[in-house]
């Protein structure tokens, strides 16, 4: 990119957001490009390291076909093909690459790779770490980003909106953890910045994460898709208590866990999209009268359970329950939204010089409905892409240096957040 006038950019990139998505993109960038990543909070508090399950990877060349039937399928075909096809023939690189970068993925004890299987998959193609193979990706990535010098990490600053002319983006405005406003210039913003659970009362995402990549593009003009496709997941720790609901990964089913109603009798079959079985468990929950149902680990086996599953038996055994000796009380939680803003193959948003990566992003991979384990793999295929774009993409000419905008608008921060929220259920709802 070119800018007329004096004054030069802070960085080449801004990235909004410290997950998979934002860290695989930084990764991919030239090491001479200036990058600037940005989180609400702390580096580890985003959704990609809460990911329990594990990752998608296609299983040689006779489960593409089977591969590809059990996204649309759970997506309700509403799924667009050629980002699907793009995600699957990509898996395989990407695992490698993660392999090579020091995930520690689980291996036989022939040494071989280990795989298992989750709801609404036709075999075993998920590849894992123990219960937490989020934040074993996130936190070598991290380590990654945190060895090149010419990326720079800020904690604790929120975007509080975009700088733009004439649809095209040159920037952020942002407020660190003491409410200071200033503006971060680039000529290119990827945002990667999670989804929307923070405005929802039981989900398993972060509270701070609030969808305000999308407000600010309802505000902006910016394109968004189908932002009424929230996914719930069918099994999170039931709790009494506000705050991110703890999650019971799709994997404890994939490989024996049970659902019982209060009456300790199955009602379902366990791996059903998750859309369906969501359905399922809160209707009998209203037939029981009953706030969860129950999900049994034990025939799993007590082997299996300390192996796979170490951190939801530590977990649950802090509130008093051993999952080794008894059920757990579970209800469907907002997840995961499927909609967002809208993007091509090369997470270009309908905004020059902005792109969209992750769940923020919409490019029609999931559907109506994402298939367990997917979207480790789509947030890193597609950041990838977005990567490759900046990097290799056309100059898109010159273009005129564009000042800070008035900072007086976003001092009430309170009631700029307030709004929003408002504006994002708003879209939800009309697109219903």
């Known amino acids: ?55 998608c990877v296609l299983r040689g060349e006779k489960d593409y076909e089977i591969f590809t039937e059990d996204t649309l399928k759970a997506g309700h075909y509403e799924n667009d093909r050629q980002a699907v096809d793009l995600m699957i023939r990509s898996s395989g690189t990407v695992l490698q690459e993660l392999m090579r970068r020091g995930v520690r993925f689980q291996k036989e004890p022939d040494s071989s790779l280990a795989y298992t299987k989750e709801g609404a998959h036709s075999c075993s193609r998920i590849m894992y770490h123990k219960d937490i193979t989020g ?27 975009i700088i733009e002319t004439d649809n095209t983006c040159s920037g952020l405005v942002v407020s660190d953890k003491n409410k200071r406003i200033s503006a971060i210039r680039a000529p290119v913003v990827v945002l990667c910045c999670g989804g929307l659970g923070g405005l929802y ?10 969808g305000d990549a999308f407000a600010i593009a309802l505000r902006h ?12 997941h069918p099994t999170a720790l039931y709790t009494r208590e506000k705050g991110r609901r703890f999650l019971i990964s799709e994997s404890v089913r994939g490989v024996g866990g049970l659902l019982y109603d209060k009456n ?35 025939p799993i086996g007590r082997d299996t359970i ?58 029609g991979v999931h559907g109506r409905n994402r298939l367990a384990s997917n979207s480790l793999l789509e947030s890193l295929v597609f950041a990838q892409r977005a990567a490759q774009d900046i990097t290799f993409g056309k100059d898109s000419g010159e273009r005129p240096y564009i000042p800070a905008p008035d900072f007086s608008r976003y001092e009430d921060q309170d009631r700029l957040f307030n709004e929003y929220r408002k504006s994002i259920l708003n879209s939800i709802e009309r697109m219903k």
Not at 201 to 210: G, R
Not at 221 to 232: A, P, R, S
């Open 135 to 161: 934040r074993e990706i996130v936190q070598t990535l991290l380590r990654a980003v945190r060895a090149l010098t010419n990326i720079e990490i800020m904690e604790n600053v929120t975007m509080l909106d």
């Open 306 to 363: 300390l192996s796979h599953f170490p951190n939801i038996y530590e977990y649950c055994l802090t509130i008093g329950i051993d999952v080794l000796k008894e059920p757990i009380p579970v209800v469907p939680a907002q997840h995961y939204i499927m909609g967002g803003i809208k993007v091509n193959l090369s997470s270009q948003t309908s905004m020059t010089g902005l792109y969209a990566c992750g769940e923020t992003s919409c490019n």
């Open 264 to 298: 300790m009798q199955r009602f379902t079959d366990e791996l059903l999209p998750r859309d369906r079985l969501s359905q399922i468990i809160l209707r009998q929950m209203e037939t029981d009268g009953t706030d969860f149902v129950w999900e049994d680990m034990r």
């Open 1 to 55: 990119m070119r800018f007329k006038g004096e004054n030069k950019m802070d960085y080449d990139v801004i990235i909004v957001g410290t997950g998979a998505a934002g860290l695989y993109c930084a990764l991919h960038l030239p090491s001479s490009v200036r990058v600037a990543m940005l989180t609400k909070s702390d580096t580890q508090s985003s959704d990609s390291y809460l990911a329990q399950g594990g990752i």
């Open 201 to 210: 009362t039981h989900s398993t995402n972060h509270s701070h994460i609030t």
């Open 221 to 232: 003009g910016i394109e968004l898709e189908n932002m009424n496709y929230i996914q719930m």
